[in-house]
């Protein structure tokens, strides 16, 4: 079990919650403490903002998916009432990109395009509309040049027409990575020799968006006297971004000060710098005024980021009793255009593989590709979502080859806390089986499988996510994440912290934390979050690591906090400082309450009288793992929650529609610091999941033309699809972590297309294997065994 | 075409609005008449988000047309709370105890829409509530606590 960890900590104040585990904070559903002026409409997004003399900025985007641009004339523009200034490629000659290493996106494309609505000039005006307008008289001269949309043809298309989509990529690979964790050839010949199985599959991920409902927008507002930068945003990592614009922009990272309002969503897709934050700046600093741009729908999905598509071959090895023997994995990634976070996810997908059932083998080849489709980025579940989508597929062919049943082969296969995979990743905490097993039993999982009417199915997956991420892109080796409680009379506890809510509820989980450690309530924290220059450094919300890295932060800043005012509240009731403990507003003895306690306010008081405000920080940077090589240390993480969902579902014979009846969700999160809030999380996950499995797909035309960048096309799951779901949080509490607690909001995402497509197998017997699956191709499969109505 | 002065209701008050014959209702609200709770998701009658109440009817305020709502009653999310104490509509409180907002962007959106057919069917069936909100689209609830308030708030009284 790992235990160790525990007593580690045993003799530090407070540890007792540890053993005794007597939250009264954390663990509480309180409604979000955000949630009042959501729901009367006060709340401020990034587009609901405004500031006097404020101007409006659109962007021009190119109609073709690979072209040269010969020349822009945009003098008419220029001169149209109303239009204030233009703003083309030759204004950012410094490219961008999350990964420094790999940056290559333009702000607005220089020399060609490599994309369908890429940007190509922006225009600031009075109005929006006249802005809109204005675009119309820009006028762009194309060459256009060959396109390809399909990865698997994208080398064979360089070398034929010599053509490439970066100079500097021969072949439009944009990257090539392979691991190799022992001699997996020969494992899988002795696998097959000794009785065991092999299977092996082909595999499609598509390409879907995170469509959050709030488009991105940007408010920047430059300061010509002082030359300083104010940037509202919509972003889920803006201290990556501010590294970005004082590149692009060439300021000091001191003049730039980035504020997120809340955000309407972000799933990843915020987690990239956007056109809208550069061209608002530029212009910002050019005319004197405060520029405003929101994107269209349409242009949150030129603007790209969705998941990364993947056409992947997997091999497995089975020995005859069901224990996985080794893992071969070969992989086309699509890039899209740009880079973005493409490195990072291929070799997540890689580290992917190795959990969560023991893996003794594992290979790795893989290739990034460059096409013209919309550029890729961080989606929900990154990484984790492509091979698991296969992986629980052949789950379920091998069980069918040995003669298990589903449950029987996941359950013999899953790790235990304390495992350390083949590539050195460390599991310190999994409670995985026991999810397994709740799942399967609140469902009665066994008595149906294999069992049910033809065109009625059920099927189980399973998935886990990373917490939080040992690897970092932020060019710096501070902390990744910062936190400061200030305590002092008028305003009871502000706490500071960088991390950023993204819809998800982390101030409010923040404040749960906070206030438990405190001994004070949730409901009178203070958070103040979301900005670059009035709160501290996190690197951001992306990996699920929000709860678990800020979470130590904050534990260690209020634990420095009652360092100093347990002193003070033991001189008062007249015992030692170790035995104090403190909780609803009380300071006590921990052995004898009843006659020993006082006020907290009393004691706060009486602190802040003789010393001032009490001001405390605490930190966080996971530890690094020695011995992880190959670039297995991207997926290494603190530690991992896990997930499994089992699908029911009626496949309609006569249309091939597949309608999803029923998930039954057991999760192992730890402990959950809000339950409320996590079965949210799990909920949308499933919401999203189901989309993935059933719907959603960006598509194109031979050209490259994005064909469906709206919601009309681009269907989400509504309220007539969401099935009943039955969702249980599996008693567990992970000792590595703060509050016990671990991720719930990507893991959740990861089984749901694969427990869904394993259903349609149980029900009709068709095994898909690419995303989505569509009324069309179950309807033909229906068709081409004879067994439609 | 030409800018027109005209007069809109909005949550019970006259307001007199520079518009021109094209601007959407969307855009009156947000940046002429500064009610920024109503949100645009998608600005094609997609998402739901920007949905108000016109005359009692939920509609999707980015396809109706500023001048074409004179003389009719509008809504919006800021116009549902108690008008004397601010206190909020149950449906609010509603939304709000069952963990049916996470974003909120969707909310106001959401919660017009069920206001709506709460004021019209105040017992409505867990599948008339799927089928009034059928065209509002959320991204992080999974719609199911969403499902729960309204069918919760309808059971402890309704919205009036």
Redesign the interface.
Known sequence: MGMNKTFEVSNRYHDYKDYTREYTEVGRSIPRLDGPLKVTGKQQYTGDLSLPRMCYAKILRSPHAHAKIKNIDYSKALEMDGVLDVLTGKDFPIDYGIVAHSANEEVLARDKVRMWGEPVAAVCALTEEIAEAALDLIDVEYELLPVVTDARKSEQFANETGVLIHEDKPGNIAHQGSQEYGDVDSILAETEANGGVVVEGEFYSCQYHQSFIEPQAALADYDVNKNKLHLWATCQVPHYTHQQLAKVLQMPMKDIRITVPLLGGGFGGKGVATTADFITSKFSSRIGRPVKCVYERSEVFAQGQGHHPAFMKFRQGFDKDGHITAVDFKEIMVAGAYMSWGVVVLFYTASMTHLPYVTPAAKFAGKLIYTNTQTCGAHRGLGGAQPRFAMEIMMDMAAEKLGMNPLQIRLLNAVESGHTCRSMMYVPHSEYKKALATAAKNCDFENKVGKLPFGKGIGMSGGYYISGTSYTLYLSYKPHTVAMVKIEGENNVVLYCGATDIGQGADMVMAQMAAETLGVRSEDVKVESRDTETTTFDLGTFASRVTYATGWAIRRACEAANQKLFPVAAAIMGCRGQEVGVKDYQFYSIYERKRKNVDWHEVVDQYIQANGPLVTTGQFTPPRRKGIQQGGNIGHSPTFGFTCQIAEVTVDLYTGNVHVDKITEAGDLGQPINPMSCEGQVHGSIQMGMGHALLEEMRYADDGRLLNPSFHDYKLVGTMDIPEIDTEIVESYDPSSPYGAKESGEGPIQPTPSAIFNAVYDAIGFRCMEEPLTQEKVLNYLKSVGKNL | MKNQLITLNINGEDMDLVV?PTDLLVEVL?KKAH??????????G??G?CTVIIDGKAVLSCLTLAIACQGKKIT???GI?DRKTGE?NPI??A???H?A????????GM?LSSYALLCENPHPTRQE???A??G????????????DAVEACAAEGGVL
């Open positions: 021109a947000r009610l920024t709770g109503t949100k645009k998701g998608c600005g094609q997609d998402c988000a919006t999310i800021e709370a909020m609010q409180k939304f709000l105890n963990g907002v996470q974003c909120g962007y969707c909310t106001p919660i509530i799927r089928r909100l059928s509002n689209l959320c991204r992080c609830t999974g719609y199911i606590l969403i499902l």
